[in-house]
């Protein structure tokens, strides 16, 4: 039906294109070949860059700095179209899988769907909502990151408040590796969309990358008159459509019955009902989320089975993000009253996803959770999490990473989850108060993430109260903290000798001829990862002292140091078989030709150099 309806159309389109001009009649076609209707009337088409960066996940950079932060995306480029490492681009804090093998890392959660790639995202704000033709992204270093283009219905600039906030994907792939790290402009070709739009958002995944990405600037195509609907548009089920009614539902549940001759007759069902509920259950544990909300409104039998509790001991709703509201969670409940991990990163902005319905969540589902992943959940406040602190006694893994809207005193709440073993704060506003508060109750800290935490007025303090409290912790992130001296340093090292991973990057109060690098190395023999990026005091004799007493370290960022040579990586490499990943970009005594020699000396190791033109 729908092959006549195209070819008809198709037809009209012939006509109308000989009374037309010819690119009337090459529009027209290209559009009906493409399954898609022409936009006509034809109009000006809009070009923009990005007005503001509305939101995002990570960056590179400083909270109090433009050098290789998001904010760099937004307006004219920067960089391109040249190629490198530059300070005004806009870089994601993480590439390649090593993060993912490290001890700080989580478990990755089932029933994750295998088309959701996406580890990072921004939001941009363009100045005029547009219906989109074209999206450009000018990618200046290891290109190949992005996965996804999303539009928006919502005005961010407007001053009603946003009512049937929509998102709609304009084109996605999978994450890819390019052959050279150059620049280039990335076009893809994108689907058109029902709403005129302003507000943007990539995702990216830079798993496969060998170095960071890095993006100069946005472009966004357009035009101001609405084009023609499609043909015809498909009914997309969703985890919204989730009902626990079973008044319609077909009671296949017997596979027999009794016919008029005595014997048994088959009712169409085959033998599944006789199969052993637990080997239902196992085959219904690979289906996705939204694949197992639409069979549970298959019949009785199914809607029992995926309905389980069990079914839902591990959920992540972070793929379902643009699509989840209180009614989701609300149609969830029942199902989840043995939940022990959630994953609710990304969900709920602008207005999807309340407090009041995370709360009531919570308060019925949250007693056994063990993990709560909550990244970039802007609905969340000092409300939700007191209700957290009280609800939820066995909590071990809390994310609040890039929940930089929470106010300060929101964080005390936190202190009386006393069997918290990972914590991760990443570019939040808490304050020492309520840090001291968390490391004097919780003492069970295994890893503990205070990268980018601007308002920590003291960490010398700080580690020193880790020293005294906290001596099974095995991961600290201190990325960018900007007042840990040689002292804070030496305390947290005698009391925390248990560490395996140690980030100090970006720590400029740092200075190697205290002798706080060799006294760290001397102080954690189990240390696997260590960065000390952009201290250009690192010397010879801290690599020595590492060398020399961590044995089993696997991952070293050194980049920007002016004082280490050749020799001592060559001693370093032949004394750690297991380093996996060293970073010495920027290290004016290593050039291309030592990284050469090195890596064909030390093929398991990837060593990296990055450059500027």
């Not at 960089?79 to 990755?108: I, N």
């Not at 999206?135 to 407007?158: D, K, M």
């Amino acid at each position: 039906m729908l092959t006549l309806l195209s070819m008809f159309y198709y037809i009209c389109l012939r006509r109308r294109s000989r009374s037309g001009t010819r690119g009337e009649a090459l529009t027209s076609r290209r559009a009906v070949e493409s399954g898609q209707r022409a936009v006509l009337p034809v109009s000006v088409e809009v070009e923009q860059y990005a007005k503001e960066v509305l939101d995002f996940s990570s960056h590179y950079g400083s909270e109090n700095s433009m050098s290789y932060t998001m904010w760099n995306l937004a307006g004219v480029p920067n960089v391109y179209p040249s190629s490198g490492d530059f300070t005004q681009a806009a870089v994601f804090r993480a590439y390649g899988k090593w993060w993912e093998q490290c001890a700080s890392a989580p478990p990755p959660f089932r029933r994750t769907p295998k088309d959701f790639h996406s580890q990072d995202y921004i939001e941009l704000g363009f100045e005029e909502p547009v219906y989109p033709t074209a999206v450009e992204v000018l990618e200046t270093y290891y290109p190949g990151a992005i996965v996804q283009i999303l539009a928006c219905s919502h005005n961010h600039f407007s001053q009603n408040p946003p009512t049937d906030v929509r998102w709609e994907v304009l084109w996605s792939g999978e994450p890819t590796k390019m052959l050279t790290p150059q620049a280039r402009q990335f076009s893809p070709s994108i689907k058109l969309i029902s709403f005129p739009t302003n507000l943007l958002r990539l995702e990216v995944n830079s798993s496969l990358l060998d170095y960071y990405t890095e993006l100069d600037a946005v472009i966004l195509h357009g035009v101001k008159h609405r084009p023609l609907p499609a043909l015809y548009k498909l009914h997309v089920i969703d985890i919204n459509d989730v009902s626990d009614g079973e008044e319609e539902l077909p009671d296949v549940g017997g596979g027999f019955r009794q016919g008029g001759d005595g014997k048994n007759q088959r009712t169409g069902n085959g033998y599944f009902d006789k199969l052993p509920y637990e080997l239902i259950q196992l085959i219904l544990s690979h289906l996705t989320l939204p694949d197992l909300c639409r069979l549970a409104q298959s019949c009785k039998l199914l809607h029992q089975h995926c309905c389980d509790p069990l079914q839902y001991t591990q959920l992540s709703l972070q793929p379902y993000w643009a699509r989840l509201s209180d009614a989701s969670l609300g149609h969830l409940q029942s199902r989840c009253t043995l939940l022990q991990r959630l994953n609710l990163s990304w969900t709920g902005n602008r207005g999807a996803l309340t407090s009041t319905g995370f709360s009531s969540f919570i308060k019925a589902c949250g007693h056994n959770l063990m993990c709560l992943e909550l990244s970039c959940c802007h609905f969340l406040n000092e409300a939700c999490l007191e209700v957290i602190s009280q609800t939820c006694p066995e909590l071990q893994e809390l994310n609040l990473s890039s929940c930089d809207r929470l106010h300060s005193q929101a964080f005390t709440h936190i202190s009386k989850i006393t069997r918290l073993r990972r914590l991760v704060l990443y570019r939040t506003k808490i304050e020492q108060t309520a840090i001291l508060s968390i490391l004097t109750f919780c003492i069970e800290l295994r890893h503990l993430n205070l990268g980018s935490c601007v308002m920590i007025e003291d960490y010398d303090v700080v580690a020193s109260m880790l020293a005294a409290r906290c001596r099974s912790l095995c991961s600290l992130d201190l990325w960018r903290c900007r007042n840990l001296t040689d002292r804070g340093l030496a305390e947290l090292v005698t009391g925390c000798r248990m560490l395996e991973e140690l980030d100090l990057g970006w720590c400029p109060t740092l200075q190697s001829n205290t002798g706080c690098f060799q006294h760290l190395a001397r102080s954690l023999p189990y240390l696997r990862k260590l960065f000390l990026t952009a201290n250009r005091t690192v010397c010879d004799s801290d690599i020595d002292e590492l060398a020399a007493n961590c044995p089993s370290l696997q991952h070293l960022d050194i980049l920007g140091t002016r004082l280490v040579s050749a020799a001592s990586l060559k001693q370093l490499l032949q004394s750690c078989p297991r380093l996996l990943l060293l970073d010495v970009s920027f290290c004016c005594q290593i050039d291309t030709r030592v990284v050469q020699e090195l890596s064909g000396l030390f093929p398991n190791a990837s060593i990296k150099k990055s450059f500027t033109q």
